[in-house]
């Protein structure tokens, strides 16, 4: 079966830097994008980017250009992302997502989630 | 970007009522929409994906119907564990966006 399985709980100054891991499982991991979303306390979900695992394109949302790194590895068919210079307004919950840019079924299958916490 | 404008912003209802969301995109999205469920403390969950096909194991009392700009998502007989928050979102272009999401309450 299909799973995308995150890292843990993280707590991190502010100005610091966090890399969240998504491993999946259960398909062809090259044949499927992973989109990022995050939804801080209380509040909707938000879209961050996505990443092609096939050939390593990325699109990011143009308020985290600059700021967020994504990733993957095909020999672990592993997703990561990276978010630097955090401040508090980043505390949130941070979900992968599996995503077929172009396909008809897309945010299928996500992660448990990790929360990143931006505390001093 | 596409904005996803989602109503209402919550509603209480009891079990057994029928239950409709509409959404609205800023843009046709032709019908690149899909709804999802989200309880506390849990990852969204797909329930409908382009307008109206039902995922996989998700019961058939939830629809989901529309086109070009206009959507609407119903459950038809609300079952006690119906009670959560669902969004709107749209997979037509990046930067993929989300309605506000629908807190469904019980009355």
């Known amino acids: 079966q299909v799973q995308l399985v995150q890292s843990g709980t993280e707590v991190k100054k502010p100005g610091a830097s966090v890399k969240v891991s998504c491993k999946t499982s259960g398909y062809t991991f090259s044949r499927y994008g992973i989109s990022w979303v995050r939804q801080a306390p209380g509040h909707g979900l938000e879209w961050m980017g996505w990443?092609?695992?096939?050939?390593?394109?990325?699109d990011y949302a143009q308020r985290f250009q600059g700021r967020v790194t994504m990733t993957t590895d095909t020999s672990t068919n592993t997703a990561y992302m990276e978010v630097k210079s955090l401040t508090f307004d980043d505390t949130a919950i941070y979900y992968c997502?599996?995503?077929?840019?172009?396909?008809?079924?897309?945010?299928?299958?996500w992660g448990q989630g990790t929360l990143v916490s931006v505390s001093s | 970007d596409i904005q996803m404008t989602q109503s209402p912003s919550s509603l209480s209802a009891s079990v057994g009522d029928r239950v409709t969301i509409t959404c609205r995109a800023s843009q046709t999205i032709s019908r690149h929409l899909n709804w999802l469920q989200q309880k506390p403390g849990k990852a969204p969950n797909l329930l409908i994906y382009a307008t109206s096909s039902l995922q996989s194991g998700v019961p058939s009392r939830f629809s989901g119907s529309g086109s070009e700009t206009d959507f609407n998502f119903t459950i038809s007989g609300l079952q006690p564990d119906d009670f959560a928050t669902y969004y709107c979102?749209?997979?037509?272009?990046?930067?993929?966006?989300f309605g506000q999401g629908t807190r469904v309450e019980i009355k």
């Open positions: 990443i092609s695992p096939y050939n390593g394109n990325r």
């Open positions: 979102q749209q997979s037509y272009k990046t930067p993929r966006t």
């Open positions: 997502v599996r995503d077929a840019l172009g396909g008809t079924v897309t945010f299928d299958f």
